[in-house]
């Protein structure tokens, strides 16, 4: 056998992580974030869905980096906002 057990492990694993990296579709998540976002954001000032950008970038160190920027045209009055939220 080429392989040790531990190496067949390593190459079952790495198999994995890329079946699953492949899966990933950060086009989705961005669709998702964006209308989540869009909610929130819609509750305090008025904000059209096209005016929401959102990258994700993977960053050497495996962790993800969020980049979001909105553009509102008018902040909703609010009377007034707790002290404690």
């Given at each position: 056998m080429i392989f040790s057990k531990n190496s067949e492990k390593n190459v079952e694993r790495l198999k994995s992580v890329l079946i699953?990296?492949?899966?990933?579709?950060?086009?989705?998540?961005?669709?998702?974030?964006k209308s989540d976002?869009?909610?929130?954001?819609?509750?305090?000032?008025?904000?059209e869905p096209n005016d929401i950008d959102i990258e994700i970038d993977l960053q050497k160190d495996g962790k993800y980096h969020?980049?979001?920027?909105?553009?509102?045209?008018r902040l909703k009055i609010?009377?007034?906002?707790?002290?404690?939220?």
């Open positions: 699953s990296d492949k899966q990933f579709n950060s086009q989705k998540l961005e669709r998702v974030l976002i869009y909610g929130l954001l819609s509750n305090y000032c008025v904000v969020f980049n979001i920027s909105a553009t509102s045209y609010f009377g007034s906002l707790p002290e404690v939220y």
